[in-house]
DNA sequence: ATCGTGACGGTTGAG
DNA sequence: CTCTCAACCGTCACG
């Protein structure tokens, strides 16, 4: 698992002051080719942040591809997935890359379109109107608003072109209604200071929400901040009180630091969804300015608050 | 002794 | 529900 954020600082930290990978390593327990990877990355993207961790290629099941199958099904209810996933092709709707398979076509016929043949009727009398949504907009996990990402290149990101654009910035979240705070009884903690632990991920599943990517602190962390060492200087978007260097056990969590100061790199920046509205995933009443640091805040927060209760 | 780098095994989530 | 695939991680070993 990705070292913690605190860690990650730590090394940057260290290096900015002048000290050696091998000491780095040495005094933080980190071996010296995860110093020198997290290092390099900094030197390259200005981001401590991991990337994220499994996942895949972009959905290709998007809301136009359902809409244009539930249309073939509508027009011809004996139709195969083969069949729909060749209509796909031949109308445009997809291109060789990004059809959906057979199984995925069958799937989103048998889950999404269902009970078509029911409902085909109702269906084609209103068919102007737009696909039933789910409380969450459908694919708003994956959303690419920018032509960058909807590439989906393959392979490293070029310097200077964030890995994830600022709308994808937004982490994926997670539909579980869920919280650390709630299965802990802790929400009065995590509630002082507007520090928020979205409901993301059970304990148990300790997975956090990434967090936002490699563009994101490029665009925070300006060149004139660089240290004389030629790193971006920490400090640009981690304030003093985060740099506070370890935790101690008596600190609730001692990531919460990271929310301590946002001002360095959440002011002015309303981190907004794909479709514009205010980042307030699942009714994380989250001000778009603390958006961000709310984010963060779960993902070490619910890693360390999971942590210190066990 | 130090450090960059590739191989490796593990984890993760979408399809 | 299970499997596959592709992304990432940190560690290790080599030069």
Redesign the pocket.
């Known amino acids: 698992?990705?070292?913690p954020n605190a860690i990650?600082l730590r090394i940057v930290e260290l290096a900015q002051l002048g000290i050696?990978?091998?000491?780095i390593s040495r005094q933080l327990r980190?071996?010296?080719?995860?110093v020198?990877?997290?290092?390099?990355r900094y030197n390259e993207t200005g981001s401590i942040l991991?990337?994220?961790?499994?996942?895949?290629?972009?959905?290709?099941?998007t809301p136009t591809v359902v809409k244009h199958i539930r249309t073939y099904k509508q027009r011809d209810p004996g139709i195969f997935a083969w069949e729909i996933r060749d209509r796909l092709l031949a109308d445009g709707v997809c291109d060789k890359y990004n059809v959906?398979?057979v199984s995925?076509i069958s799937r989103i016929l048998r889950n999404k379109i269902g009970n078509l043949s029911q409902q085909s009727h109702y269906d084609s009398y209103k068919q102007h109107q737009p696909p039933p949504q789910p409380a969450l907009p459908y694919n708003h996990?994956?959303s690419y608003p920018s032509p960058i990402a909807a590439a989906g290149g393959?392979g490293p990101t070029a310097p200077g072109v964030p890995a994830i654009p600022s709308a994808m910035a937004m982490p994926?979240t997670w539909p579980s209604s869920h919280s650390v705070t709630d299965i802990l009884g802790i929400r009065s903690i995590t509630d002082q200071g507007k520090t928020l632990i979205c409901p993301h991920?059970t304990p148990e599943?300790?997975?956090a929400p990434p967090v936002p990517g490699a563009g994101t602190f490029r665009r925070l962390v300006s060149k004139q901040e660089a240290a004389p060492n030629g790193l971006p200087a920490v400090s640009s978007f981690v304030s003093a009180p985060t740099m506070a260097p370890y935790p101690t056990p008596a600190q609730v969590s001692p990531y919460m630091t990271y929310s301590a100061t946002p001002s360095g790199y959440v002011a002015g920046h309303g981190w907004q969804h794909a479709g514009g509205t205010p980042l307030t995933p699942h009714n994380c009443d989250i001000p778009a300015s603390l958006a961000f640091k709310g984010m963060q805040t779960a993902r070490e927060g619910s890693h360390s608050v999971t942590a210190s209760a066990l």
Do not use: F
């Open positions: 698992r990705p070292l990650r050696r990978p091998c000491d980190v071996s010296h080719g995860c020198s990877k997290i290092l390099a991991p990337g994220a961790i499994g996942g895949s290629k972009p959905r290709v099941t959906p398979s995925s996990i994956y393959k994926r991920r599943g300790s997975r």
